[in-house]
């Protein structure tokens, strides 16, 4: 009885220490206004919730602290489509503007990298980078067979006797539609080239900074941060309906900080940790069922399953905290 009323005790302030590290962390800094600088914000790693988060504050905080510009310092392999969708939806309703910007030399932005890029106002890359590889694909569910022949730019005849296409195929190509349907979107509203774009989504293409640049698909090749500054000095972009001209050159750099609880939920909300985070809490709830009155498993399997699926983007952090209170 003493053991499971710790168990209790333990998850009942782990669920309260998530709720109140959320309603009690967030940015850092907001008390200053500080006028004249640029905040830096870095997108290293898979995208997931934590990166939602992350960029939800740098943007409120160089609001507060009234920044010329935002730069987002990109080296990320891609992410989660539901996240890239909140991180964009953010950087498109910033009242001020946001620069992508992949660096260091030898980062990329891959697969949602690409996309987020695609919605900055400038997009630039440092000497040595590449982007693309925007192909969507299912966590843990590789397409059976590969593509069929339409997908690879070949037109073939209907073959009655072929079998009609199976849902996850159906599935595969809807998932396909829509990521070029939206990248598309952004490159026209930003006035870059869609056909890469679409290319990088059906195809997986690729492109260093040179090339990027040469394809219109980024606006500014920069060695560092200071150069990028100077290169937009100037530059007009559009920050909701209206068009103003940025005034860079010079700028104090800030670099935007993670808080506690987002460092944490990062290390949570990475795909491989997500994955094993699921599978423990199957097998500890199927433990649970199979040898009742046992506890420990069932509490440790709940926890598991509660956080994966805030890793995975399906249950909001407030969500998962009280869920934790209330198992």
């Not at 079998?163 to 190509?173: H, V």
């Not at 935007?256 to 990062?266: N, P």
């Not at 199927?286 to 040898?291: C, H, K, V």
């Amino acid at each position: 009885m003493v053991k499971q009323r710790k168990i209790f005790h333990f998850l009942l302030i782990f669920g309260i220490g998530l709720l109140s590290l959320n309603f009690f962390t967030g940015s850092q800094g907001q008390e200053e206004n500080t006028r004249g600088l640029a905040l830096v914000a870095a997108i290293e790693g898979p995208i997931g919730p934590a990166t939602v988060r992350y960029i939800e504050n740098a943007i409120e905080e160089a609001r507060l602290r009234d920044a010329e510009v935002i730069i987002l310092r990109l080296n990320t392999p891609g992410g989660l489509v539901m996240s890239t969708r909140e991180i964009i939806t953010s950087i498109l309703d910033s009242p001020v503007p946001v620069i992508g910007y992949v660096s260091p030399s030898g980062a990329h932005a891959a697969s949602a990298g690409t996309f987020i890029m695609y919605a900055t106002n400038v997009a630039a890359m440092a000497p040595g980078t590449n982007l693309g590889a925007a192909t969507p694909v299912a966590i843990g569910a590789p397409s059976p067979g590969g593509p069929g022949p339409e997908e690879n730019g070949e037109e073939t005849e209907e073959d009655e006797s072929q079998p009609a296409p199976t849902n996850a195929t159906a599935l595969d190509r809807k998932s396909m539609n829509d990521a070029v349907a939206w990248i598309r979107s952004l490159a026209e509203m930003r006035g870059r080239n869609a056909d890469w774009a679409e290319a990088a989504v059906r195809e997986a293409a690729s492109l260093s900074a040179e090339a990027a640049l040469e394809e219109k698909v980024i606006e500014i090749i920069a060695v560092d941060i200071a150069a990028l500054l100077s290169a937009i000095d100037g530059l007009e972009v559009t920050v909701g309906r209206n068009t103003r001209a940025l005034d860079t050159k010079g700028l104090a750099l800030v670099e935007f900080e993670a808080g506690t609880l987002t460092k944490i939920l990062a290390i949570i909300s990475n795909p491989n940790v997500a994955l094993i985070l699921m599978m423990i809490g199957i097998y500890g709830v199927f433990f649970e069922f199979a040898n009742p009155g046992s506890i420990g498993p069932g509490v440790i399997g709940a926890i598991s399953l509660i956080l994966a699926l805030y890793a995975l983007n399906q249950l909001p952090l407030n969500t998962a905290g009280i869920i934790l209170i209330l198992i």
